[in-house]
């Protein structure tokens, strides 16, 4: 398994390196432990705040191009500082497998390390809702023409329902303490239910799936005759006022 080494020192006015060193050693004995071979060492020596960290980038298009399976740092607050740094490192894990190694743990490592682990779906998703944001613009554009009356219809509805949802609340008020206590057991109960159910979850999603599908080849069938029965409409329509047309100049004439 072969493997990358990031250093990176925050601050060396100097430029000595101050800390590089220890880095480097502590990195190539955690290597060692893990069994892997550091193909390169990649180091940004300043502080990158405005300036960019040209090795960092440069690792990145490298586990892209699958150089390496590891990328191993002192802690991960050497990799990464903001969100879209955090992003970078979970594309490169979900797309291309790269793990992650660290000498030491920060004060969060137990916390990030997983929570960047389990975001990786998220940004997946997140991903996807980007290829299909030219979609969602043109969208809300037809929408926007029925946007104003909808909102009228809206706060109309809203400024009517008030008065009894007011009523609703002062009524309702002594019970919420009731309700609160009710809740927990709830939860309890729904809880149970659910573990209940949980073992038979992949039949059930099955059959969920096989109503999806039954329920679009429906739709779709269901769009295809109110298409035909449309245009036969129309057409049947148009037929019978011509017919009503030509059946009142007769009468005329």
């Excluded at 797309?95 to 975001?119: D, I, K, Q």
Aim: aromatic letters at 6%; charged letters at 20%; proline letters at 5%.
């Amino acid at each position: 398994m072969r493997a990358a080494v990031y250093l990176r020192i925050s601050d060396d006015p100097e430029g000595r390196e101050l800390g590089a060193g220890f880095q480097r050693a502590a990195c190539l004995t955690l290597a060692g432990r893990l069994g892997v071979d550091v193909v390169e060492v990649y180091q940004d020596d300043t502080q990158w705040y405005g300036r960019g960290r040209p090795a960092y980038h440069r690792m990145i298009a490298d586990a892209g191009a699958r150089r390496f399976g590891t990328v191993i740092a002192y802690n991960s607050a050497r990799l990464a500082e903001h969100r879209g740094e955090y992003e970078d490192l979970i594309e490169v894990a979900r797309r291309h497998g790269v793990r992650f190694a660290y000498v030491a743990s920060t004060a969060s490592e137990a916390t990030v390390v997983p929570a960047v682990s389990a975001l990786v779906p998220i940004v997946a998703a997140v991903n996807t809702l980007r290829r299909l944001a030219p979609d969602l613009r043109g969208l809300l554009a037809d929408a926007a023409p029925a946007a104003e009356p909808l909102a009228e219809g809206v706060a109309g509805f809203v400024r009517n329902a008030t008065p009894g949802l007011r009523d609703l609340v002062r009524q309702s008020a002594p019970y919420v303490g009731r309700l609160s206590r009710s809740l927990p057991p709830l939860g309890h109960a729904v809880g149970t239910l659910l573990s209940s159910v949980a073992p038979t979850a992949p039949r059930a999603t099955t059959v969920v799936a096989d109503v999806i599908d039954l329920a679009a080849g429906q739709a779709l069938f269901c769009a295809a005759m109110v298409r035909r029965l449309s245009r036969s409409y129309v057409t049947a329509r148009a037929s019978v006022t011509g017919a009503g047309v030509a059946l009142n100049r007769y009468r005329r004439g």
